[in-house]
């Protein structure tokens, strides 16, 4: 529901993701910002890692004193407390306390967990009157049942968790009164949520933030508040849209790939990280990749970007370079990717869900090709409704029958 | 086996290497493990060739997000971490 009927574009101009065309890389461009501010546009392969990875560009200078403004709207993912926000050993000292959790081994003791998550959700679609809607009933309940699972929040209110989430990642959709509402609230609950593992310690991802937190003894509480309900979102948002949009393309223009889908979860595995590194997130309407800030006057890509000046990494052109992949990304569904994508960034801030979100991916689409092989949309894709957040765009329905 | 005085520490002498391809240039393992590891365009490499730093680059090795660290024994060839 995020987005107002009053500013929606006029759907026929919205095109499946995977059908978007990558801008072909080159040298870094100075383009700007929504909000007229200055910014160089970085999109070949080694550039984007360049930024992403070198200490002399960093997340933190984006919300200092003299930065300027950046998106149109205020959001959760704005706050300078964030984990996303930090940079050098502030961060460090907060990631780390995370780190252990998210390491692919320790992502792989959860599998039979993830794996019956999704089975059940299967079970109850298939049980389901036809035509039943893929997102409600699948792509939007995993990742939320997944994340509350680990941190031990079975008692939260999905419709909650929906309007915050919605909210934190809204663009125009919200007003900035009702996006600040939101999360004050979400605030509250997260703020609420610590003490009460405080008190009372279980064997739950925010029990251990919090012991390992208060061991290192530097690590704020609103630090810990903040990365708490920053996890909630992130099992939420970018993961059913991954996972929605994954469903378009494979109900659509890659449907002959669904069988083979089913075949093995190694096989779904392969597929799930092309799908990763193909299919984009979202529109960079409102930002053009990932940002960061010069600390000092550097060099990406052959041109000098000055102390100051504001950088957006392209991870999706990025992607799909032709310097690093073959073009036709659909005939190799099932290759390996080789050279590592940058779906989940690089560097100090590297996606700490990634292998979380993988499991999920893979899984969700293994299972649902092994019991509905026969799965099809009901609509033609021109009339498949769109969800438009910050950063992202999935189909807000997906109505299916098998 | 014991290392005795014939390694060049305690733990006989461990080797770290980095899957440079693998690394997604995190720097977790340079604050793990400063003196054994640290980023050079974006990708982690090991500093020495031996340590001693058993703690240290265990910690290292199974904080890596990518798993792209692996501590080896030397002498018994022993994969340590991750
Ligand atoms: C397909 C799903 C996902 C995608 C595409 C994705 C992508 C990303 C990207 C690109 C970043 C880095 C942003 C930047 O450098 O500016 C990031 C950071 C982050 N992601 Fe994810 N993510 C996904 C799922 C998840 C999940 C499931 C979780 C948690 C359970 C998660 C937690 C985080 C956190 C905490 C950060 C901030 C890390 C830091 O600053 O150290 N993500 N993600
Ligand atoms: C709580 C701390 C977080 C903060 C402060 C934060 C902040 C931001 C900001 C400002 C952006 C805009 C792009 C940029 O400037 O780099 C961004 C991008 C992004 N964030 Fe976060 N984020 C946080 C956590 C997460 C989490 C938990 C996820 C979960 C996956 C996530 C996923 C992403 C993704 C996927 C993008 C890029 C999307 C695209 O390129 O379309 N972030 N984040
Ligand atoms: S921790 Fe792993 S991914 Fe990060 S820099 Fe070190 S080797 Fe690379």
Known sequence: MSLDPSDAAPTEALIPLHCRQAARPGPPELTTLL???????????????????DPRLGRAPLYAADAPPLTPYPNLLDDPDGLLNLDGQEHQRLRRTVQRAFTPRAIARWRPWVASVVEDLV???????????????????????????????????????????????????????????AIVDFLAFGTALVAKRRAEPGDDLVSSLVLAADEDGEVTE???????????????????TSLGNALVYLLTDGRDAWERLAGSEEEAAAAAEQLL???PLGENEVLPGLLRRAKEDV??????????????????????????????????LFDPVGTPHLTFGAGPHHCLGAWLARMELELALHRLARRLPGLRLTVPVAEIEWRRGLLTRSPQTLPATW | MSAGFAGPGEHGGLTVSVDRT?????????????????????????????????????EAAELCPMEAITVRRVATGEQLAP
Not at chain 1, 223 to 229: A, C, S, Y
Not at chain 1, 301 to 323: I, K
């Open chain 2, 22 to 58: 693998r690394c997604a240039g995190t720097g977790l393992c340079a604050a793990s493990a400063p003196d054994d590891l640290a980023l050079s365009d974006g990708r982690a490499r090991p500093l020495r060739e031996r340590t001693d730093a058993l703690d240290e680059v265990v």
């Open chain 1, 222 to 240: 609103q630090q810990i508040v903040r990365l708490v309900i920053g996890l909630v979102v992130a099992g939420h948002e970018t993961t059913m």
């Open chain 1, 299 to 332: 060099e990406i890509g052959g041109v000098l970007v000055p102390a100051g000046s504001v950088v957006a990494a392209d991870h999706f052109a990025a992607n799909h370079d032709p310097e690093v992949y073959p073009a036709d990304w659909q005939g190799g």
């Open chain 1, 123 to 181: 079970s109850r679609l298939s049980d389901a009157a036809r035509p039943a809607d893929l997102i409600t009933a699948f792509a939007r309940p995993l990742p939320v049942a997944v994340i509350s699972r680990l941190m031990g929040l079975d008692t939260l209110d999905l419709k909650r968790l929906a309007y915050w989430s919605d909210h934190a990642l809204s663009t125009s959709a919200h007003t900035p009164e009702q996006v600040r509402e």
């Open chain 1, 277 to 279: 590194r193909s299919v």
């Open chain 1, 35 to 53: 909000t007229g501010t200055p910014v160089y546009l970085v999109r070949r392969h080694a550039d984007v890692r360049q930024v992403l990875t």
